[in-house]
């Protein structure tokens, strides 16, 4: 719920304006100080010389050797760790909801679990479990090891999500389908399933944000070859160009997230309008409590 | 069977990540209220600024901006923040990383917070003839930090989960340990259980707690 923020103040009239004005002036004075101490210290340390940029605008080889298929192994293991997770959540979040107690339980407490440790603990211990019960290949060990941490991790939250969008379908929609003889599996599948699954898709795109980021951490940790990964090789051979690599780097990281959380926003906004929906959104905002230990979704209506 | 772990300080590695989660919640409490302060300002350029810094470092990866203080800010540029040793400076680096992130969702936290206080109150303050930082001091954020409460533990939690991150600098804290100890020893499944429920200890007690206090604390409406 987004409120114009113009409710706190008064239209500005003529002296508020000038007064604006005034703040407008000294904000900018304190801006530009900022900007000029950063591009000061950058240009004596030569890092804002043009041989420093140039290879990412002229040369195709930076793009080819490092930054593409760096881009490709992060975008691998987000896609996969999604695809796998998504799967695996679903099955978490409706255990979570079964009416048997053991079974909610223990799906509970996977949950809880896997959503209170750190992803990057996740991903030490399953590259240093691949290396000692495995033999997979140290090359692609690191993908590997960072897809599992991701995977457990994000099945977790995901299992809220997929119970979130659940709880917040209508009751009337399980009372029908009761009504007209469904069993529990039948009122999951047919009814309930696909309903949830339309309303949880904002925080579903926007949970890949998440993961997208997190591919860094194996690039940092496990010696994965991704984005983050690629800056010492480029900065090692363009001339120890260190602040344009993370430069190229983190621009490449916020056009992609940015596209990510702006397709989120408008489908949620297109399922809120939606006139054939029952009006259950489970809005991108939502990941972040949901990925939190010891909370708990509450349905609207606040029963179970 | 925990022998092996006399020769390693498992405390001292928890207590890093402790002062990390602490300064690193100080500092970005106070800047994202700064910068959710902006956000709400009725000066243009201030708005502007904190919408494009939220949106900006949200979608930079954490462990990008850490390393990015190492190699960018302390080994080409030479900021060192005012320490002589390696184990200080990279500490401070970790700590500043983990502000600048964190106070991107503090920031949409707290506006979040004050989307919840009814407008009639802000025009009933502003009838009265207080100006925007009255009305924001006196009225506003008063109420939007006790309804949110709630969404600044989920902060702080995943800050605690985050700071694992500055282990890719080199920052002794409870991730690094037990890379070393994995590497060291024979015993992985023991020692990735005793990570787990030292995170556990600190995230899941955290979690129940801020979500009474957030209860207790929240106005009803």
Redesign the interface.
């Known amino acids: 719920m987004k409120r114009d923020a113009t409710v706190l103040y008064d239209v500005p009239g003529p002296r508020a304006r000038r007064r604006n004005l005034l703040y407008t002036g000294l904000f900018l004075i304190a801006l530009a100080a900022v900007v000029w101490w950063v591009v000061a210290s950058l240009a004596d340390k030569g890092q804002l010389e043009w041989p420093k940029w140039e290879p990412f605008f002229t040369d195709s080889r930076v793009w080819s050797t490092y930054l593409l298929p760096a881009l490709k192994n992060t975008l691998i293991a987000a896609a996969l760790s999604m695809v796998i997770a998504l799967p695996l959540g679903a099955v978490l979040g409706i255990a979570r909801l079964s009416d048997h107690r053991w079974v909610r339980g223990t799906a509970g407490a996977v949950v809880e679990f896997f959503r209170a440790i750190p992803v990057l603990i996740l991903m030490l211990f399953a590259n240093a479990a691949l290396s000692e019960f495995t033999d997979i290949s140290p090359e692609s060990r690191p993908l590997y090891a960072v897809v599992i941490g991701l995977v457990l991790y994000n099945a977790s939250v995901l299992a809220e999500v997929v119970r979130a969008g659940i709880l917040a379908l209508p009751q009337g929609q399980t009372d029908a389908a009761k009504a007209i003889g469904m069993r529990k599996g039948q009122i999951m599948t047919f009814v309930l399933l696909p309903q949830a699954v339309t309303a949880m898709l904002p925080a579903l795109v926007s949970q890949l944000v998440v993961i997208v980021k997190d591919t860094a951490l194996g690039g940092a940790m496990l010696g994965f070859s991704e984005l983050l990964a690629s800056v010492r090789p480029m900065s090692a051979n363009y001339g120890a160009n260190t602040i344009a690599s993370f430069t190229v780097v983190a621009v490449i990281f916020i056009v992609l997230n940015f596209a990510l959380t702006t397709f989120a926003s408008w489908l949620e906004r297109r399922l809120r309008r939606g006139r054939k929906s029952t009006g259950a959104v489970v809005g991108a905002d939502a990941v972040e409590e949901l990925a939190t230990p010891g909370e708990h979704v509450v349905p609207p209506d606040g029963t179970k | 069977m925990f022998d092996f772990l006399e020769g390693y300080d498992l405390l001292g590695a928890f207590w890093v990540t402790v002062q990390l989660t602490v300064y690193s919640a100080i500092g970005s409490l106070i800047w994202g209220t700064l910068l959710a302060a902006m956000?709400?300002s009725?000066?243009?350029?201030?708005?502007g600024?904190g919408t494009a810094y939220v949106?900006?470092v949200?979608?930079?990866?954490?462990?990008?901006i850490?390393?990015?203080t190492s190699?960018?800010l302390f080994?080409?540029?030479?900021?060192s923040l005012g320490a002589d040793d390696f184990t200080t400076i990279n500490f401070r680096l970790a700590v500043l990383g983990l502000i600048a992130y964190t106070s991107a969702?503090v920031c949409e936290a707290v506006r979040?917070g004050?989307?919840t206080v009814p407008?009639g109150q802000?025009?009933a303050a502003?009838a009265i003839g207080l100006s925007?930082p009255q009305?924001?001091r006196l009225i506003?954020l008063p109420q939007a930090f006790r309804s949110v409460v709630?969404?600044l533990?989920?902060?702080l939690?995943?800050l605690t989960?985050?700071t694992?991150?500055a282990?890719?600098i080199g920052v002794a804290e409870?991730?690094l340990l037990?890379?070393e100890m994995?590497e060291n020893e024979a015993q992985?499944i023991l020692i990735?259980a005793i990570?787990?429920v030292g995170?556990?200890c600190l995230?899941?007690p955290t979690?129940?707690f801020l979500?009474w206090v957030a209860k207790k604390v929240a106005v009803k409406r």
């Not at chain 2, 009725?42 to 708005?47: A, G, K, N, S, Y």
């Not at chain 2, 949200?58 to 990008?64: A, Q, Y």
């Not at chain 2, 080994?75 to 900021?79: A, H, I, P």
């Open positions: 956000r709400v009725p000066v243009p350029l201030m708005r600024f949106n900006i949200r979608n930079i990866p954490l462990t990008v850490i390393v990015f190699l960018g080994q080409t540029l030479n900021v969702f979040s004050i989307n407008i802000v025009e502003r925007f009305v924001l506003v709630g969404p533990a989920n902060v939690i995943a989960k985050n694992t991150v282990a890719a409870a991730a037990m890379r994995i992985l990735s990570f787990a995170f556990i995230t899941l979690g129940l979500g």
